[in-house]
């Protein structure tokens, strides 16, 4: 009797975060499938569909960046060197009138979105009955995944034309409110450009320390403005505020992902307790560029110089068309009604024209019938790209 030959072994997929398998997808991924299925073969496509700047970084910024490359690496420190800390604070005073301390109220962070996303980590427990994280909607695509990935639940807030795209409070139930560990408040909004006045924000501060939940205020458009100056939800109250800033659009730095999170001193404590973990400091290198970036402001007018012009040169021509652009108070975007009504069907109709946007409903249900439009190619391109659009309808 010959022995039994051994069982075949088999190797058993490991679990995964039923997050990452289901048929949901990041919306620019999505967007960029179809750009590539429907620009014509040869075209290349003028992009503005992704906030990203395509104007230079300024040189004295790339100038202290180079002059701090060091001849030997070293890991950088979560906390960032002081000189950064000090450098954001100051830049706080300057534009806001805030005073924070830059030891205890404030952490630098690698471009807002890692801010954005681990946020949720640090304020949600998963034995509390307070798990829902409050999102007005359309929002940046990353505050309601990082809300799951934590554990939490997102509450979608609709925004609505009729209110200016502006979040009120008491469109969310009392019982939500209860339930609520963080609500992320977004000024000037991305993607309908509305802004929230000085009361707006003071009344939400204090519905947040009444009913005892944490306000996230992503601020990445505070210096992206044309008539009236955004206001920093730091100028209500520090208690229970976090704000995020970044120089990607201010200073065209999106490649260096550098901005900080400034506020409650508890929370900032927890924050800094909790980002060694995950490998996030930003190298230093980087902070000498961003040190010299917040220690200037003329360069920032300058970059809201060159976004005017294209807001000037593309609200002209979608006058002139009949698509009627709304909110758009401040944020290099322009929050326009599809023409038709079908914002996906729209923006296909642009890609095969070499153009590119991003759908309304993309970035929520309460954008469905809109488009936003980022106004980051060149002027030059801006004309282009008009140009391209003279037959479509």
């Known amino acids: 009797m010959s022995a039994p030959r051994p069982a075949a072994h088999v190797t058993l997929p490991g679990p995964l975060n039923p997050l990452l398998e289901g048929p949901i997808e990041y919306p620019f991924v999505r967007l960029d499938r179809l750009a590539r299925e429907l620009t014509p073969a040869g075209m290349t496509p003028i992009n503005f569909s992704i906030g990203d700047p395509r104007e230079r970084t300024p040189a004295f910024i790339r100038e202290a960046l180079r002059a701090a490359v060091p001849l030997v690496s070293s890991y950088p420190a979560v906390a960032g060197v002081p000189e950064l800390r000090a450098a954001a604070a100051g830049w706080l005073t300057r534009r806001f009138g805030v005073t924070v301390d830059p030891d205890t109220e404030l952490l630098p962070v690698n471009g807002t979105k890692e801010g954005v996303f681990l946020l949720a980590f640090a304020v949600l427990a998963h034995s509390s009955e307070r798990n829902l994280v409050v999102i007005p909607t359309p929002a940046y695509p990353v505050y309601g995944p990082a809300?799951?990935?934590?554990?939490?639940?997102?509450?979608?807030?609709?925004?609505?034309?009729?209110?200016?795209?502006?979040?009120?409070?008491?469109?969310?139930?009392?019982?939500?409110?209860?339930?609520?560990?963080?609500?992320?408040?977004?000024?000037?909004?991305?993607?309908?450009?509305?802004?929230?006045?000085?009361?707006?924000?003071?009344?939400?501060?204090?519905?947040?320390?009444?009913?005892?939940?944490?306000?996230?205020?992503?601020?990445?458009?505070?210096?992206?403005?044309?008539?009236?100056v955004p206001h920093s939800m730091l100028e209500c109250s520090t208690d229970n505020v976090i704000a995020f800033h970044t120089l990607s659009k201010r200073s065209a730095m999106t490649g260096y992902r550098s901005g900080f999170m400034a506020g409650d001193a508890r929370l900032i404590e927890a924050l800094r307790r909790f980002r060694p973990n995950v490998g996030v400091a930003t190298p230093e290198f980087v902070q000498r560029a961003a040190i010299a970036a917040w220690n200037d402001d003329a360069h920032a007018?300058?970059?809201?110089?060159?976004?005017?012009?294209?807001?000037?040169?593309?609200?002209?021509?979608?006058?002139?068309?009949?698509?009627?652009?709304?909110?758009?108070?401040?944020?290099?975007?322009?929050?326009?009604?599809?023409?038709?009504?079908?914002?996906?069907a729209f923006v296909e109709r642009l890609m095969r024209a070499?153009?590119?946007?991003?759908?309304?409903?993309?970035?929520?249900?309460?954008?469905?019938?809109?488009?936003?439009?980022?106004?980051?190619?060149?002027?030059?391109?801006c004309q282009a790209a008009l140009d391209r659009m003279q037959a479509i309808r």
Not at 206 to 213: F, I, N, P
Not at 314 to 340: D, H, I
Not at 354 to 381: C, H, I, K, N, Y
């Open 147 to 228: 809300a799951q990935f934590a554990g939490g639940e997102p509450y979608h807030v609709p925004l609505r034309s009729e209110d200016g795209w502006k979040f009120r409070v008491d469109a969310v139930p009392e019982e939500i409110w209860q339930r609520t560990a963080l609500l992320w408040l977004n000024t000037p909004h991305n993607p309908t450009g509305a802004t929230l006045d000085l009361p707006a924000l003071g009344a939400i501060a204090e519905h947040a320390r009444r009913h005892g939940y944490w306000v996230a205020s992503d601020e990445a458009y505070a210096e992206v403005f044309f008539d009236e």
């Open 301 to 344: 007018a300058d970059q809201r110089a060159l976004y005017r012009a294209k807001r000037e040169l593309m609200l002209a021509a979608f006058t002139g068309r009949g698509w009627k652009v709304e909110a758009s108070e401040a944020t290099f975007y322009l929050w326009a009604r599809a023409p038709g009504g079908d914002d996906v």
């Open 354 to 381: 070499g153009v590119l946007a991003t759908p309304g409903s993309f970035l929520g249900e309460a954008g469905t019938g809109f488009v936003r439009w980022a106004l980051v190619p060149t002027l030059d391109q």
